[in-house]
């Protein structure tokens, strides 16, 4: 695991372990991620050998488990938070809910009615 340690850090939120390991995941995710597709499409290609397609198949199954896409997590920016996160701003419930009161977030206001 030494191997996939993020030697500089170009992080602008919150840090604790858990963002560092996210942060250090989507890395090594980009880094594999053509070499797992050519893998998968090697494996459910029905013309190729069988033996071909269980060589692939074996491969993909040792690769290392930061490369695989559902390893990664949406984190809040503001404090590294896993659940409750928010995709078009990236934030969780809470951040969320103080920056558009603050008025941080453009577009965004407390609904009134």
């Known amino acids: 695991m030494s191997m996939f340690r ?3 850090l170009d992080l602008g939120c919150f ?5 560092i390991r996210d942060h250090t995941k989507r890395k ?21 050998p069988p033996r071909m397609r269980a060589q692939a198949q ?8 930061y490369t695989r896409p559902t390893q990664i997590r949406n ?3 503001e404090g590294g938070r896993a659940r ?3 995709r078009d701003f990236k934030m969780a419930r809470f951040c969320f809910r103080m920056n558009a009161l603050r008025g941080d977030i453009p577009g965004v206001q407390k609904a009134s009615w």
């Open 6 to 8: 993020s030697k500089k």
């Open 15 to 19: 840090v604790n372990i858990k963002v």
């Open 28 to 48: 090594v995710f980009a880094e594999h991620e053509t070499e797992r597709q050519a893998l998968r499409y090697i494996i459910r290609n029905t013309t190729l």
């Open 58 to 65: 074996l491969q993909l199954s040792q690769m290392h488990s």
């Open 75 to 77: 984190r809040c920016i």
């Open 84 to 86: 409750g996160v928010l």
